[in-house]
Structure formats: C-alpha cells, structure tokens
C-alpha cells in the first residue's frame, strides 16, 4: 500500500487505519504535548501533533496525519511484540476508566543501539580542546551573588568595629586602666583558631558519617541538606573556653563556674545528637529527659552560686541591678529560680533558633558581646569570656553560612544557652541578657504560641488550627516566600540594634 493520507478529522468514535489496536484511540489521562510524538519509533509509524483533552465525555477534534508503508519498506512488528522487546523503552499511558474508555497508548522510544555512533579524530579532539582553552578568558563569566558571605563580613565588620571602640573607651566604663586590646585580643584569637580548627574536624565528621538527621515535618528544600555533617559544637565551644581561660587566667571563680556550665550543657546535647544518630531519626532525647537534665545542671548551678563566693560591687548576692527608678532589686531565694529558668529558657531557645544557615551563630555572637558589654563593670574577666565565645562563633560561622558545610547541632546551641546564662547569673544582668537575645525569645515563644494554640483548638472546636505555616518564626518567613539569607540578613540586623540597646541598659543599670 503506496497511498499517504494526508489528514484525516477524528474523534471518540473514528477508527484510525493502518494503525493497530493498542495505538487507535486516544485517552483522557494521556496529556501528551503538542510536540510530536512517535509510536513505535522502530517501525517508523508517526503521528503529528496530537492534542487529547477531554470535556466531558466528548474529545476535541484535532487533525491527525499518518503515513502508510508497504511491507516492503518497513517492518512492523505484531502489537504482542511492543512490549518486550529487548533494547527498547516503552512508556505506557493508561486510558480512562469505564465502559467507554479507550484502550491504551504505547509510546515505544529507541535505544542506545539505533542511534547512529560518530567518530571523533584525535587531531579534531586537539583541536576542539585548543579552542576551548582559548576562549576561556573571552567566555562572559557568571558573577553569582554570596549572599551567606556577604553576611558575614557585614557581621565581622559591625563585631570588630564595635570591640575596638568599646576598647578604646573601657576604662571610662570600668574607670581601671585595662590592657589594650582587652576585649578585641580574645575575639580575634577564637575566631582564627575555630575557623582553622574547622578545616580539619569538618572533614573529619564527613569521615565518620556523622550527619544531620532531616525532619520529615520541615520544609522540601531541607532534604537537600541531608548530607551535611552536624556536631560542629564539638570544635568551636571548645576553642572560645580555652581562649578565655588562657586570656583570663585559671583562678577567676567566674570563668571557672561559666566553662562548666557551658561544658555541662554541652554534655547534654552530645547526648542528645548520639541518640538522634543511633536512631537515625531527628528524635534523640525525650523532650522530657532533656528538660530534666537541664534542669539538674542549672539547678546544681544556682546552689553552687548561692554557696560561693564570687566578686560583686554591690558587696551581696541575690540581687538583679535594673534602671532607674526601680534601681537594684533583691529577689532572694527567687534569685535560684530565676537562675534555672535563664539556663533552661536559653539553651531551648538557641536550640530551636539553630534552622538556617549561620542563624543561631550570628545572633548568638551578638548576643555574647553584648553581655560583654553589660558584664564589664562588674567582673571584667567575664566580659573576656563573652568577647572569646562571640570569636569561637564567628569562627563558626564561615563554615555555617549560607550554603552551610556543618551544623552546630545540639552539642553547641545548648552550649551557647548555657554560656550566655552563666554569664547572666553570675552578676544578676538578666534584662539585658533577655533583650540582647530578643531573636531567640521571639522564636522560642513562636514555637509555645502555636503548640499552645493547636492544642486549644483541638480541644475546643474538634479540630486543629495553626497561626503559622510551621515553627519556628524563621520556618513560617521561609515558607512565606523569603529567601533564606535574607532571613539570616534581617535577624542579624535586629539582632544588632538590641545587642547596642541591651549593652546601654546594662551600663545604665551598674
């Protein structure tokens, strides 16, 4: 048979000739697009075109064109042979169901064995090579914006300019000559040795498969951080307490008491990121087992600071020094509580804060030389503990930002909460802790709202509500639509208007 048909209208009910069975009808799932498409690639059977859309139970009518070869010039193979055929693909595209539905669309693409094999010369692949190569200077090249590193110099900017003029004015502050660099030595020293330290441990931590584990909850794009080695507390909380005790020397009773309640806290989430990798799931601890450790710790710290005696201007304990008019303010056996509360509230927060590339290790920087700041006055070697943990997190930083290459985990969120508490309790600057840490307050109390609120719902009307796509805050901006370093970006750029605002109320406040 010779004759080509050129077009041929066709509908539910039109029966194509020349075709077979499986091929003749088209179906209402198949939504092939207007590219063309062959059936049976092998037996050289094309159709043009095609457009199946179904309305109802009617089909448009599209134009379907074909052409017919004799025997002699093509071979085409029996319907049973389509699907087994060894070197082909197929791609099958199931009809609607019922009792009009139509049957079944093969779609059958060449192998690997048909396509036509060329053959490249040596000379022409020396000589392609050379011209690439010499094209290489004149290519346009890319320029893609680092957002995560322009973050952090934006941060290491603010952070040292900070340092080197409060430097230059501390002895107004402490009204003692200080040393120079008093505040600046320490910061810089933790942050160049936790960075190199870093290039060594990262790699070390990829070695041994110690990865983060993906919450099933979270967003589509953080599967993709799957690979990413976690437990980076392990090398930079470390660093920012040796650094202070060399700095400091080992017999401030202060520094002593905060590295161990850092260490201590970092004990704990050591535990917690071993079980979550035991279990190979994002569970670790119990939330209940956690709360009751750090409970332990924070507790056993507060009788410790009621026992002991440490430097204070004021000549007593217990007391929480507030601005004017309320002045200092003696809370007592409060004093305890309010203690452990600080440890608890601070290592959860951070914890919870630590979802974004360079998030928790920026605000908590900060946050440190803040506390610096508000510490001075009172005991100045703390304040060299908070300006060498504040490096140890800058050090951090340019192996976790954005597009981060480890994550703190556990181990180092709940070391800086721990850190930043001690600092807190050793000189009763609670206020200004809780401002300068305002990021972490806010994603803390996102997360209690919408727990709180999912409950109540549950309880109340049967059925659950959120006020957030999900919590954390920063979680809710990402699935909102916000990039996630201008997420980092703008927590960092509030984050830094508190610290100044917290560092003020402090020095106000002594």
């Known amino acids: 048979m010779r004759a080509q048909l050129s077009s041929v209208t066709c509908d539910r009910a039109s029966v194509v000739g020349g075709l077979p069975p499986a091929a003749r009808s088209s179906s209402a799932r198949s939504r092939c697009p207007p590219a063309r498409r062959s059936v049976g690639a092998r037996s050289g059977l094309k159709i043009d075109g095609m457009i199946f859309q179904r309305l109802g139970f009617r089909l448009r009518r599209r134009l379907v064109s074909y052409r017919a070869f004799d025997e002699d010039s093509v071979d085409i193979p029996p319907l049973n042979d389509w699907d087994g055929s060894e070197g082909t693909s197929g791609y099958m595209m199931s009809s609607s169901d019922g009792e009009d539905s139509d049957s079944e669309l093969i779609l059958t ?14 000379n022409d692949a020396l000589t392609i090579t050379a011209h690439r190569f010499a094209l290489i200077g004149r290519r346009r090249k890319k320029r893609r914006i680092k957002y995560g590193m322009l973050n952090n110099m934006g941060l290491i900017t603010f952070l040292t300019t900070f340092l080197l003029l409060l430097d230059w004015c501390a002895w107004r502050i402490v009204r003692l000559p200080l040393p120079q660099f008093y505040l600046t030595r320490p910061f810089f020293m933790s942050a160049v040795i936790a960075s190199c330290v870093g290039y060594i441990f990262v790699p070390l931590l990829d070695g041994f498969n110690i990865y983060q584990i993906i919450r099933k909850e979270g967003t589509v794009r953080h599967y993709l951080k799957k690979r990413t080695p976690t437990m980076g507390g392990l090398f930079f ?16 009773t202060e520094v002593n008491a905060a590295t161990v ?19 190979n799931r994002n569970r670790g601890l119990s939330a209940w087992a956690k709360l009751l450790l750090e409970v332990v710790v924070a507790t056993s710290f507060a009788l410790w600071l009621d026992c002991t005696r440490i430097s204070s201007p004021y000549g007593m304990k217990k007391l929480v020094p507030l601005p004017a008019p309320l002045g200092i303010v003696c809370l007592g056996k409060s004093y305890s509580l309010l203690t452990s509360f600080c440890f608890v509230s601070m290592g959860n927060g951070i914890d919870l804060t630590d979802g974004l590339d360079g998030l928790a290790g920026g605000v908590s920087a900060l946050a440190f030389i803040a506390m610096s700041v508000v510490v001075l006055p009172i005991c100045a070697d703390l304040a060299i503990f908070g300006a060498s943990m504040a490096g140890a997190c800058v050090g951090f930083l340019l192996h976790n930002r954005y597009k981060a290459s480890v994550f703190m985990g556990d181990t180092g969120s709940l070391a800086l909460g721990g850190a930043l508490a001690a600092m807190a309790a050793c000189t009763g600057m609670f206020l200004p802790l809780f401002i300068s840490s305002g990021v972490f307050v806010v994603e803390a109390f996102s997360v209690v709202l919408q727990v709180s ?9 049967g059925y659950e509500n959120c006020i957030f796509q999900m919590a954390p805050l920063h979680h809710h901006l990402e699935l909102y639509g916000f990039k996630k370093p201008i997420i980092v970006a703008g927590a960092y750029l509030l984050s830094s208007v508190l610290s100044l605002f917290a560092g003020y109320v402090g020095l106000i406040s002594a």
């Open 261 to 279: 309640a850092t260490l201590a806290f970092a004990a704990i989430g050591f535990i917690d990121d071993n079980f979550s990798l035991l279990e």
């Open 237 to 252: 909380v470390p660093v920012g307490v040796a650094v202070a005790q060399a700095i400091a020397g080992f017999s401030s």
């Open 453 to 461: 609120h999912f409950k109540a719902t549950k309880c109340l009307r």
């Open 109 to 122: 693409a060449s192998s690997d064995v048909d396509l036509p094999k060329y053959k490249v010369s040596t």
